[in-house]
């Protein structure tokens, strides 16, 4: 469950709510965005903006994998955020929609399949994502037994370049 700084889920947290940290009425965040969700889903598309950004500069599979994990483990509400959007309805959400394929560009550019067909180039982003996505829920769960998140993203770049 993803939860903000004072402990309250997203799932209870209201348009009025945002809007007293944001130190603007709540009518003013309804001329920009229809309701929360519309909200939230502005918030993750740039994050993920802000993610494909960072994920340009990668120069190989471990650098992308450093930068995927340092962004999701130093941002875990707003990762969580991101990774709570559901992907079935984002073909009704164009700027979000949009802001996820800049990551997954990336992702492509750096980890295309040796056949680079389109479902081969699926199936190596889902692979990637499992991998990307385990390690951090499981790190921020603290399942993991790694001392840091330096020690993860050692781990992560060693199961990477060994493929």
Same mark, same amino acid.
């Given at each position: 469950?993803?939860?903000?700084?004072?402990?309250?889920?997203?799932? /209870?947290?209201?348009?009025?709510?945002?809007?007293?940290?944001?130190?603007?009425?709540?009518?003013?965040?309804?001329?920009?965005?229809?309701?929360?969700?519309?909200?939230?889903?502005?918030?993750?598309?740039?994050?993920?903006?802000?993610?494909?950004?960072?994920?340009?500069?990668?120069?190989?599979?471990?650098?992308?994998?450093?930068?995927?994990?340092?962004?999701?483990?130093?941002?875990?509400?707003?990762?969580?955020?991101?990774?709570?959007?559901?992907?079935?309805?984002?073909?009704?959400?164009?700027?979000?929609?949009?802001?996820?394929?800049?990551?997954? /560009?990336?992702?492509?550019?750096?980890?295309?399949?040796?056949?680079?067909?389109?479902?081969?180039?699926?199936?190596?982003?889902?692979?990637?994502?499992?991998?990307?996505?385990?390690?951090?829920?499981?790190?921020?769960?603290?399942?993991?037994?790694?001392?840091?998140?330096?020690?993860?993203?050692?781990?992560?770049?060693?199961?990477?370049?060994?493929?």
């Amino acid at each position: 469950m993803l939860m903000n700084r004072s402990g309250v889920s997203h799932t /209870t947290l209201s348009i009025r709510k945002i809007a007293k940290s944001l130190e603007v009425t709540h009518r003013s965040l309804y001329n920009h965005f229809t309701d929360k969700e519309a909200f939230l889903d502005a918030v993750a598309a740039r994050a993920f903006e802000q993610l494909a950004d960072g994920l340009k500069s990668a120069k190989d599979k471990s650098h992308f994998a450093e930068i995927y994990l340092s962004y999701a483990c130093d941002r875990p509400q707003l990762y969580g955020l991101m990774s709570g959007r559901q992907h079935a309805t984002m073909k009704h959400k164009p700027a979000l929609q949009k802001a996820v394929h800049g990551v997954v /560009t990336e992702a492509i550019r750096i980890f295309n399949s040796e056949n680079p067909t389109p479902l081969g180039n699926r199936r190596e982003i889902m692979k990637l994502h499992m991998l990307l996505h385990g390690a951090v829920t499981l790190r921020l769960a603290g399942i993991l037994d790694v001392e840091d998140d330096q020690a993860l993203i050692e781990d992560v770049s060693a199961m990477l370049e060994s493929r």
